[in-house]
Every structure is written in C-alpha cells, then in structure tokens.
C-alpha cells in the first residue's frame, strides 16, 4: 500500500505485491514473461525494451539475437555495453537445458569486456570480428564508438547492434553514441535492440529524437509486474531522512545492521561529504560496532556490533591498497557464493556497487545525500529489488542533509531536498500499477481482462477496472482529450513518466506547488506543464499537445490521490495489501464526479507537502517558505500569451470575459494574463 512505514525514515512511497511468482516462472522455451514477451516482437527491426533490474533483458536479448542470427538473415550481433563488468551479463548460456533450441555462445576472444587492454587497442579486434565468420562480439560502449569512428557505419551493415544500458544514449550532438546510433537509424541497414532499466534520464535531454523513437516498437515490463510476480519479496518501501550535523553521527537512525545493505557515501565534492571518505567509512564501522579484523580470503572487515553478531562488511571506498581492493571485488563476484545470504552483510561504496551490480540478498539501499541524476537513483534502488528466499521487504532510503538556518548554503539545502523529493514522486509513477485513460461516454463498457470491483461496471458513473496481470489500472475521466496522431498515442501510452520527470524537475513548479500557500493549481496543471510539453514535443498540434498534458496530469495528480487516501487523508479506512493502490484511486474517484476540470483543480504536490510536514518541524519549514517566497516572480509574456488562450476559450462558453473580481482564483488568474497579455502586445513584446 502507499502510506507511511517504519519509523526514522519518511517513506514517501511504500507499496506492497502479491507475490504470484509469475514472473519468475518460465515457459517451454525457457522464458519468463518479460521475455517471452520480447521475443514476441523479435520480426521488428528497431525494438526499444524498457524492463527493471533483475527481469531478465540479458537473456531476452539472447532469445532475440540467436533468431535473427538464425532465421532473420543477419549476418553477426554486436552487444555493446557501458562498462566491462557488464559484459559478464552475456557470457556462454545453455539455453537448450531450458526449452530453447540453441545455445548462447561467444568465443573467448570476441568477448572483448574480458581481453586486456584499452578500448583504443580493442578496435583492431571489431575490424577482425566484422571479417570473421563468427557470429557474437560482445564490447563496451567506447570500443563500439571507436570502431564506428574507423570503420565507418557501412561496416555494419546487415548486422544486429544489441546496446544495453541505453540511458547512457543521449540525442545531445556531443553524445558521440547518440550520434552514431542516429547515423545507423538514417542509414536504415542494421538492426537495433536498446535495452534500459531506468524509465528517465537525470538531464533534460531525450535519449532519441522523436523521429528517432517513433521507428522503435516499445516493450514496456514495468516494476509493478516484475515485483508482483515475484516468490518472496512481498513490499518496497522509497524514502528520505533528514538529519542534522554531520551523516556519520546520525547513521544508524537508518542503517539496520541486521539487514543486508548497500550503503552508497556521498560524493566528496557533495554538501553532506566530510570530504574524507576514508575517515567517513571508520566513523560508519565505528557506529556500527568493535573491529574484529579483516579475512585474509575475502578482504572484507569484520565488525562485532553490540548484540554480539559479527558484520561481514566490504568496503569498495577505500582504494589506497589495489590487492586488498581485488579480493574485495572478486569475492563479491564469486558465483559460489551467490546463494550464500552469510557471505557479506553490508557493502559501503561510493562510485560502485551500481548500474549492472548483482546481490539477490539486499534488502536495503541507503544512499548518503542526494544523487542528481535520476537515471542513478533508479539503478541504485534496483540493487534492493532482487527477489531472493527470507527477503520479504526491502527499501530505498535517502539520508539528505537538512536546510540550517545557521549556514551559508541554505538554498543549496533547498535544492537538495526537492531533488529527493522529485524523484521520490517519479519512483511512486514507475513502481505502481501503470495508468491508462478514457473518456467517459454513454456508450463505453467494460473491457475484458479488467476487474471493476465488487459492484463491476456502471454505465452511469466513471469506472476504475485493474488488470493484474499486466498491471495496468483503467480509469475513464469526464471531458478527457484523446490524442489522434500516433505519436501522441504513443506517448501517452509509453512516455508519459518521461513527461512527468520534466515536470517534477521543474524547481517552479515543485518550489510553488509544495510551499505556495496562494497557488491556484492550474498554474501549474495547465500553463507550466503545458509549456513543459510543448518545449517537449513541437511537432504535435495544438489539440495533442493537450491531450498528452491531460493524461500525464491525471497519472500524476491520481497517484497522488491514492497516496493521500493511504495516508488517512480520507475519512474511511483503506485496504492493504497489492490492492491498495487501487483501492486508494477508487475512494477518491467514488466519492466524486472525476472529470478533466477537477484533476486540474488538484495541487499534484500536495500529499508530498503532507509528508515534509511530519519530517520537519515548523520552524524549519517556515525558513524554507521564504526561501521560496523570495524568488517568487511575476506572469512572463508566454504565461500571459496561455492565459489569453483560456480567456478567448471562456468566452466561447461563457459569453463573456472572465472577471477579475470573480470568486473564483481561476477565473481571476485569466482576466489577470489576459490583461497582461494585451499590456506586453501594446509593448510590442510579441512578433
């Protein structure tokens, strides 16, 4: 359910799963779902698969790359990888012990993530691969952009290029990746399956350009399918911590010592670092108990806490001593001890233990101040999603530095906090159910495969059906747009947490909607995000520009809804369990006439305010209010320009202008753009 968890973090969201394990069960080829529903797609030549950690994108790539090898006509497959480590994700694989009908297998040397040397040497042996006979390379992404730098894109051609981690792809011109795979999509002569587990980049820029994703068929396996289909984790919790002072004195409010945990420093050029990252890792082993030693076998610090239970703990930060470090990291890696929850009960890293990093047993992620790439927060919280025996719960928690009226970098504070609390609400979008929306009519019905609750459908009111199995929630919403081109029905259908990041960056939006006590919401519903997607997406119309900003407001401002109800700010109880959710979205809807008008009437950041209220006192919230107030800024000539839109739009409805002495905010709010907008037209601010 979303609501509150355990005490000394504050979770912002908390949400529980079924545990059907149908995502862990596989089919007569050997598949699991996700995969299964990959190689459905296998004929596409441009397939993009958005899928978490731990859902199985290696193996599905597998699946796909061996048919188009084999039946598909192409003649080699390039798996690119961001860093070498990852490329182990794609050794030798006896597919056929399973179901499938062939095996997947790379020669030694064309597995380039396990040759010596540098990248710059590596493009010597893509040159000799692209001339063999053989069939797999696998390299990381560097060795790729080299060789492509070399050889040129035609050396590709009739070849499968397989990029895994596709969130390091960029449609930024200085992203020479971005660039060349733009090159090979003109050019139309390879094949392209891009692999990501993050649903949003951290930066503003698009990994493809529209036309560029728009030749990409999409599969979307979302975190709310992978964890409900699991054995035995039943709930993840997302949270922040605030604290005082210096982390290493507060740690253990949030470090649990009986739990299996990743804990990720700061960075040292970071506000919260101490800027010793060795003497930070004593102070953490300190806390947590007396020194015992190291073993000699694993490299790994033993560590007796108070209750007489020895920690087995590894420690990725300190790099003063390279031996020591590799029997660190070979020791983690060691596949004879995957299965063994004793092998190591606590990791402390900095710029490790991340993107593409393997332990089943985490049960908990705590990262120490805030990351600022979005992209990082979701691989990271991805380490603690392992479905794994004894592991019923896990949690991401991120311990933030608290804004102090008594220091210098107090907006720097401010920033921070609403970084954690962005991307807190962009995890509530990716790891719930996902939304799907339509207009209410006379004539709609229900839609099969979907569950309207114990009274089903009426035909007189807006309905909420659930399909649990592809985790989709359905809801119809009076006077909703429909997008008509196909990329706003993409969109909609596939992007629209990409429209919702941008939003929740948005530091105006998120400043005023969490700590303006004047705002009328519609500010920011309709005019910021309005403006957010047209600067997004200006090839589409008017009227689907709107209808994508539509159904991205109503995805957020519902979640929200559910999460309020979660946390009591509805009168009746709310269920628990994988259905709250739901449940949550129902209450809100059933007790009121849902339509277009009322989501834009909703601040989308109230029930994150809820939250900030119980983690902060009054004072220190008053403090951050005038941080906010002071920055406060006047209608620009764009606002006004949208202002006047509306005001022509209440026209036509109304037969008059909207009055600036109305009751209503809203109404005030466009007499007052209007107003603004025929002042900056007489000023000549407008072409």
């Known amino acids: 359910m979303t609501g509150l968890a355990d005490k000394g973090a504050i979770p912002t969201v908390s949400v529980s799963y079924a545990r059907t394990g149908r995502s862990t069960k596989a089919n007569e080829l050997g598949m699991r779902p996700m995969q299964e529903q990959a190689y459905g797609r296998r004929g596409e030549q441009y397939l993009l698969i958005k899928s978490p950690p731990a859902s199985g994108k290696s193996r599905a790539l597998m699946f796909i790359a061996l048919d188009k090898l084999h039946h598909q006509g192409l003649k080699q497959a390039i798996i690119v990888v961001p860093e070498q480590s990852i490329g182990a994700s794609f050794a030798d694989e006896p597919l056929t012990e399973y179901g499938f009908w062939a095996d997947w ?8 993530c396990n040759a ?130 210096s982390y290493t004195d507060e740690i253990l409010a949030v470090l649990d010592p009986d739990r299996k945990t990743i804990l990720h420093i700061p960075s040292v050029n970071s506000r919260e670092s101490t800027k ?14 007396t020194w015992e030693g190291t073993d000699p076998a694993t490299g790994f610090y033993c560590v007796k806490t108070p209750a007489g239970r020895v920690l087995r703990i590894a420690d990725l930060v300190d790099d003063s001593d390279p ?33 593409g990093f393997d332990w089943i047993w985490c049960e908990h992620a705590l990262t120490i101040g805030y990351r600022s790439s979005l992209t990082e927060i979701v691989q990271i919280i991805g380490r603690a999603t392992r479905d794994a025996p004894g592991k019923p719960r896990t949690k991401f928690t991120n311990l933030i530095a608290e804004p102090d009226a008594t220091e210098q970098a107090v907006v720097e504070a401010v920033n921070d906090m609403l970084k954690a609390i962005a991307a807190s609400l962009l995890m509530e979008q990716v790891i719930n159910p996902r939304c799907e929306f339509t207009p209410k009519r006379a004539d709609n019905g ?43 029905q993409r969109i909609c259908r596939e992007d629209l947490n990409e429209v919702i990041a941008a939003f929740v960056q948005d530091k105006p939006s998120l400043e005023r909607g969490l700590f303006d006590e004047e705002l009328v919401p519609v500010e920011l519903t309709q005019l910021r995000l309005g403006k957010i997607i047209r600067d997004r997406y200006p090839e589409l119309d008017e009227a689907d520009q709107e209808a994508v900003r539509q159904h991205a407001i109503a995805a957020l401002t519902l979640t929200q809804k559910a999460k309020g109800a979660a946390l009591g700010e509805e009168d009746s109880e709310v269920a628990t369990g994988n259905t709250a959710f739901i449940d949550g979205v129902r209450r809100f809807v059933n007790v009121r006439d849902l339509d277009i008008d009322l989501i834009d009437s909703i601040n989308p950041f109230g029930a ?61 709010l466009m007499a007052e753009g209007a107003a603004a907008f025929v002042r900056f037209k007489d000023d000549g601010r407008y072409e």
């Not at 919230?621 to 920055?631: H, P, S």
């Open 105 to 112: 297998t790379v020669v030694p040397k064309w597995n380039l």
């Open 116 to 245: 010596p040397g540098t990248d710059g040497g590596k493009v010597n042996a893509v040159g000799a691969f692209l001339a063999s006979e053989d069939r797999i390379l696998v390299c990381t992404h560097a060795s790729f952009r080299f060789a492509v730098d070399r050889f040129g894109l035609d050396a590709f051609d009739g070849r499968l290029i397989a990029v895994d981690e596709f969130h390091h792809v960029s449609a930024n011109p200085d992203n020479k990746l971005g660039a060349h795979l733009g090159g090979f999509i003109a050019r139309d002569k390879i094949h392209l399956v891009a692999m990501t587990g993050s649903y949003f980049r951290g930066d503003a820029v698009a990994v493809l350009t529209p036309q560029d994703e728009a030749k990409f068929d999409t599969i979307t396996y979302t975190y709310y399918q992978q964890l409900n289909g699991y054995e035995h984790l039943k709930a993840l919790d997302i949270g922040y911590f605030f604290y005082a002072g």
């Open 276 to 289: 010793d990252k060795i003497r930070e890792v004593e102070h953490i082993l300190h806390a947590l108990g």
């Open 323 to 355: 031996p020591r470090r590799a029997r660190v990291l070979a020791a983690l890696k060691d596949p004879a001890q995957k299965h063994n929850r004793d092998h190591v009960d606590i990791i402390i890293a900095l710029g490790m233990a991340k993107e």
């Open 446 to 488: 229900p839609t099969p495969g979907f569950d309207y609750g114990d009274e089903g459908y009426d035909p007189h009111r807006c309905n909420i059906g659930f399909n649990e199995e592809s985790g989709t929630y359905q809801i119809e919403i009076k006077g909703l747009a429909e997008p008509k081109s196909e990329a706003a």
């Open 608 to 668: 994150a305010y809820a939250i900030l209220s119980k983690a902060m006192d009054a004072a220190r919230l008053a403090q951050i209010e005038a941080v906010i107030a002071a920055k406060h800024t006047s209608i620009t000539p764009e606002d006004a320009k949208a202002w006047a839109k509306r005001a022509v739009q209440f026209k036509k409805e109304r037969g008059r202008l909207p009055a600036p002495t109305s009751a209503n905010p809203y109404e005030r």
